[in-house]
């Protein structure tokens, strides 16, 4: 059964103040990869505050079909039992990931070095999503489609490299998706792995591969880029992780607050990773109060705690270098400039294209059937803010979370309500957002 069999549509309306202290759950990225990395590693792995979302969950079955012992230990305790470098079994069934990604594009690359075949699938939403990106890398390696749809899409087959070759690849868009699969398929390969991305995306796989032991150079490559090099055939050994909280599902609940008159929302523990957090810098110019305190940095990752208060925002231009560290939190940007004063122009969104829906067009969709004036030209987006926003409208989430939390943090206070077609695949990345919400104050019935 997908979500979509069964829509529950939901409406947002404003209900005054927010107010509280939260933890949102565990990072996604973090998540996929520390299951990812526990499955390849020799002993045990030990994650505490692993997200608990379908897309994690998908990632974690995933594994123990290629091998690993998976097991759920307690809340967000998990601990896996990998194979080591190359050590993947042949899955006797399709890996089937939902409507991640993530979790599909870096087990690509992570069988892509085990000689074994795996069939991929998802959604009808992974469905449609560009593998080619993926594929290009993986066979310069020694990788083999086997069978695809058409246009190199799910569901597809791989025949993993029986000797994989080292490659040095300069990645076409920044996209920590790609740059994670030709690290994780140049683990089994002899010799040095290369990427070179244009423009840093989020480096958590970098970061984590060092954490389980492997060697890894990143140097800076021109003006926003960088060059990783990863020394291949490494023994990883299991680690403990400890995942931050989510700095993307945070910007759900932090743009409520800054919206919502008089609101005065803390949110503990999110991951402060500056590859991760172009929004908060935007918002900040727009306005917002977002005081940070309690910095630490005993997790591999910093984070800190942020105080968030009801701010009047202000429009703002958002440079195109930007995009890579807040690719997904545009939708709910986009939700902060109609409320803002003046005209937001967000530059460069044109990865927006390829995410769960085509987030340019779905996003422009929800803030105009409520009533605020957009447009997109080329691949810019222009909301003009009125300080406030109509509402009445019925958005269409089409099978991606976070149309679905966005339009609900629009309706927090929006003139009359905000309503989606469905609730469903919030539960993706963040399975407590209703009552959470709810806690602090909205009123979604
Ligand atoms: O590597 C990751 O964990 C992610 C990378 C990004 O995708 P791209 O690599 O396609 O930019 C992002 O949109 C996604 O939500 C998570
Ligand atoms: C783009 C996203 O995820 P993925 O690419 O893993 O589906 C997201 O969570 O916004």
């Known amino acids: 059964m997908t979500h979509s069999d069964h829509p529950t549509p939901l409406e947002s309306r404003a209900a005054g103040a927010l107010s509280g202290r939260v933890r949102v759950p565990g990072d996604k990225s973090i998540s996929h990869r520390a299951l990812i990395l526990g499955a390849l590693a020799v002993g045990e792995t030990r994650i505490s505050g692993l997200l608990e979302g379908e897309d994690v969950l998908n990632t974690a079955k995933a594994m123990a079909a290629l091998g690993a012992r998976v097991e759920r230990t307690g809340e967000g305790a998990w601990s896996v039992r990998g194979v080591g470098v190359g050590g993947f079994k042949a899955p006797a069934a399709p890996l089937d990931f939902g409507n991640s990604g993530t979790g599909c594009r870096l087990a690509m690359g992570a069988v892509a070095g085990c000689p074994i ?7 009808a939403s992974l469905r449609s999503r560009p593998m080619r990106r993926i594929l290009d890398p993986l066979e310069l390696m020694g990788t083999r489609v086997t069978s695809s749809a058409d246009g190199g899409r799910l569901p597809m087959t791989l025949q993993g490299a029986r000797d994989p070759l080292p490659v040095v690849y300069r990645t076409p868009v920044a996209s920590a998706q790609i740059k994670s699969a030709v690290l994780l398929a140049g683990l089994s390969a002899p010799g040095v792995t290369t990427v070179i991305e244009q423009e840093a995306s989020r480096d958590h796989t970098e970061l984590m591969l060092t954490h389980f032991g492997a060697h890894v150079v990143t140097t800076k490559e021109g003006a926003h880029g960088r060059k990783i090099a990863l020394t291949g055939q490494p023994e990883l050994r299991g680690a403990n992780v400890i995942v931050p909280a989510d700095p993307s599902s945070a910007a759900f609940p932090i743009v409520a607050a800054l919206i919502v008159p008089e609101s005065d929302v803390t949110l503990t523990d999110i991951m402060t990773n500056p590859l991760r957090t172009g929004l908060f ?165």
Do not use: W
């Open 117 to 123: 075949a795996a069939t991929f699938d998802g959604d």
């Open 281 to 445: 810098t935007t918002l900040r110019e727009m306005g917002a109060s977002i005081e940070e305190s309690h910095q630490r940095n005993d997790a591999g990752e910093p984070m800190a705690q942020f105080r968030v208060r009801a701010s009047q925002l202000r429009g703002v231009t958002v440079p195109p270098e930007r995009a890579p560290s807040m690719i997904d939190e545009y939708l709910v940007l986009a939700v902060a400039a109609a409320y803002a004063e003046g005209v937001t122009t967000m530059r460069g969104l044109q990865e927006l294209r390829v995410k769960e829906s085509d987030r340019l067009e779905a996003t422009a969709d929800m803030l105009r059937v409520n009533g605020v004036e957009v447009e997109i030209s080329g691949d810019d987006m222009i909301v003009v803010g009125k300080g406030h926003v109509p509402g009445g409208g019925l958005v269409a989430t089409h099978m991606d979370h976070r149309i679905a939390m966005s339009a609900l943090v629009m309706g927090t206070a929006s003139d009359t309500p905000v309503k989606i077609d469905d609730t469903g695949f919030i539960a993706t990345s963040f399975p407590d957002f209703i009552p959470m919400m709810r806690g602090l104050g909205a009123d979604f019935s």
